[in-house]
Every structure is written in structure tokens, then in C-alpha cells.
């Protein structure tokens, strides 16, 4: 039963990463396809993160410290991104 859970966890991941990348195609503003792509990562890397921590319990200080760092960082990135990208009115 944990396997499946874990193979699910994993498939999901995997769909979210290759989801992410169809809006890089459309035609919206470049930080709309950044975005896009940077949240379906995070979702991604996440979900075959839980699926790894469901299947090899004994790493799990190590597989918790991946989940965090891919929230901090993936977030903070989307903030200077965005920050980066207004001209602030000069």
C-alpha cells in the first residue's frame, strides 16, 4: 500500500514538472511563463519529495530538509523575480 502511495506521489510530481512547461509555448508575458513554471517545480520537486519520504523513511531528515529548502527557496527566487522585473517608476 505504501508503494502505491509513494509511485503516486512520484507520477504526480513528474505530471506537475511537464504540466509546467506547456505555458512556456503560449504567448503571455515572460514572467507569466516564469511563474507558471516555477510554481509547477515547486509542486513537482515536492510531491517526489513526500513520495521519496514514504518510500525511504530512514532519510528523512535529509528528504524534510529538501521540502523546506524547496519552498525558502523557490518562493524567495519568485519574489526577486518579480522585484527585478518593476522599473519602480524611474
Known amino acids: 500500500m505504501l508503494d502505491i502511495l509513494s509511485y503516486t506521489c512520484i507520477g504526480i510530481g513528474i505530471v506537475f514538472w ?10 503571455r ?4 511563463k516564469l511563474h507558471s513554471l516555477s510554481v509547477a517545480d515547486t509542486l ?6 513526500v513520495g521519496l519520504l514514504i518510500k525511504i523513511p530512514n532519510e ?8 523546506i529548502s ?3 527557496w523557490n518562493t524567495v527566487l519568485g ?12
Open 60 to 67: 528523512w531528515p535529509l528528504l524534510v530538509l529538501a521540502i
Open 29 to 32: 508575458s515572460v514572467l507569466f
Open 44 to 49: 513537482g520537486s515536492m510531491s517526489i519529495t
Open 18 to 27: 511537464f504540466w509546467g512547461t506547456f505555458p512556456l509555448l503560449g504567448k
Open 70 to 72: 524547496l519552498a525558502i
Open 79 to 90: 519574489y526577486v523575480l518579480a522585484y527585478c522585473s518593476t522599473t519602480g517608476g524611474k
